[in-house]
């Protein structure tokens, strides 16, 4: 597991969208946002980013995620979903998993790990840039996590 220190994750004109799915169909949502902004007059300018809220979490797999869609161009905020002008995560570090999503749980607490061992505190939840969606075979898929953190001392 290669770490990478000092990193940032920055983007400009974000469509935020939160939903409640189970988490094995995070990747489909982000694949279907992402093929879908065009209806708003927009196109995707980066990968998109998403942010598991941990907060009512079921039994049976269903998560609260946010995504975050970088995009091309301003919009006004609705009810289905917000905008912001910029998002960004300074002082991260940050790790690649390649393979399938439901291995990724394993590469996060490899993360934990390291950040432990390296007297680190984290500053933020994991937030997952997908580099390569492999879907719907789940098997190659790229994603980064990015994590901001401090030392402890």
Do not use: W
Request: proline share 3%; with cysteine; glycine share 2%.
């Amino acid at each position: 597991m290669q770490v990478q220190e000092n990193r940032t994750l920055f983007s400009e004109n974000i469509l935020s969208y939160k939903c409640s799915i189970p988490r094995n169909n995070i990747l489909k949502m982000a694949d279907f946002i992402c093929s879908n902004v065009s209806v708003l007059g927009v196109k995707t300018t980066h990968e998109p980013i998403f942010y598991h809220m941990h907060t009512n979490d079921k039994a049976d797999g269903t998560v609260n995620i946010e995504f975050f869609i970088p995009i091309n161009s301003v919009l006004e905020s609705r009810a289905e979903y917000s905008f912001m002008s910029d998002f960004g995560i300074l002082d991260a570090i940050t790790v690649r998993h390649e393979g399938s999503f439901s291995e990724l749980q394993n590469t996060e607490k490899n993360l934990k790990k390291y950040i432990s061992e390296h007297d680190y505190e984290a500053m933020t939840d994991f937030y997952y840039s997908i580099v390569h969606n492999d879907t719907p075979n789940d098997t190659n898929h790229i994603i980064d996590i990015y994590v901001s953190v401090k030392d402890k001392n």
